[in-house]
């Protein structure tokens, strides 16, 4: 399985956008990048996914570098509830189990 | 609509002591899956299920580690004889398999600490 690599924490103030950033250098053409996210007690939850085109939903924006070897999670404007743990997940296109990393821990703060 | 739900959410067991895991997926959700989180970690792949087969369980750390959907709808994670390394919280997700890429919708999960 593709890697990826995360750094291990971040802080961001509240309504301040924040870029989440993901390096996969070995990342093949047919593998799908996804982000989920966990806060605490809790599973993780989909926040958004996407393969080579930038892609955007309600929850956030999602920036695929031209050579796919890294995007960047971007959230406008982070509020308190937006503190977890941010994962980058590759999977193939026909999916099945996820391999997650560590993630970033995200503080925001008021 | 209902997520997926997990029981129990807290279970302390003994050392020694065999303990099931309920994991009930989204209704209609084809597709299964366990993760183990242990504390600080991202969660790790157990085994996964579509409708009532098990098609991959390469993540089961031991033979003592026992997974089944006999009616590809609940699901039970069982774990025999339970050690201190067993310890964590214990993740089901559940997704439809013919979306591409599906996404997975996890339960709160199951925090078993083992004594």
């Known amino acids: 399985d593709a890697k990826t690599t995360q750094p291990n924490s971040m802080e961001s103030n509240e309504e301040e956008p924040v870029h989440l950033p993901c390096n996969h250098s070995?990342?093949?053409?047919?593998?799908?990048i996804h982000w989920y996210r966990q806060l605490p007690s809790q599973g993780p939850e989909y926040v958004i996914h996407g393969l080579t085109s930038n892609v955007n939903n309600r929850m956030a924006s999602l920036a695929i570098a031209e050579d796919r070897k890294s995007s960047t999670l971007i959230l406008h404007r982070a509020t308190l509830r937006d503190a977890a743990v941010y994962y980058c997940i590759l999977s193939r296109n026909y999916g099945q189990n996820f391999v997650f990393g560590p993630g970033t821990r995200l503080s925001v703060l008021p | 609509g209902a997520g997926v739900s997990q029981s129990p959410r807290y279970k302390v067991a003994k050392r020694g002591q065999d303990v099931a895991l309920r994991c009930d997926p989204i209704s209609g959700h084809v597709s299964l899956f366990w993760y183990q989180q242990a504390l600080g970690q991202g969660p790790e792949f157990l085994t996964y299920f579509q409708n009532e087969a098990q098609l991959d369980k390469s993540g089961l750390p031991s033979d003592r580690f026992f997974a089944e959907r006999p009616e590809g709808s609940v699901s039970t994670l069982k774990i025999q004889r339970t050690q201190q390394e067993d310890s964590a919280v214990y993740l089901c997700a559940s997704s439809k398999v013919r979306t591409r890429p599906y996404e997975q919708y996890f339960g709160p999960g199951t925090r078993l600490t083992v004594t």
């Open positions: 070995t990342i093949s053409g047919t593998d799908y």
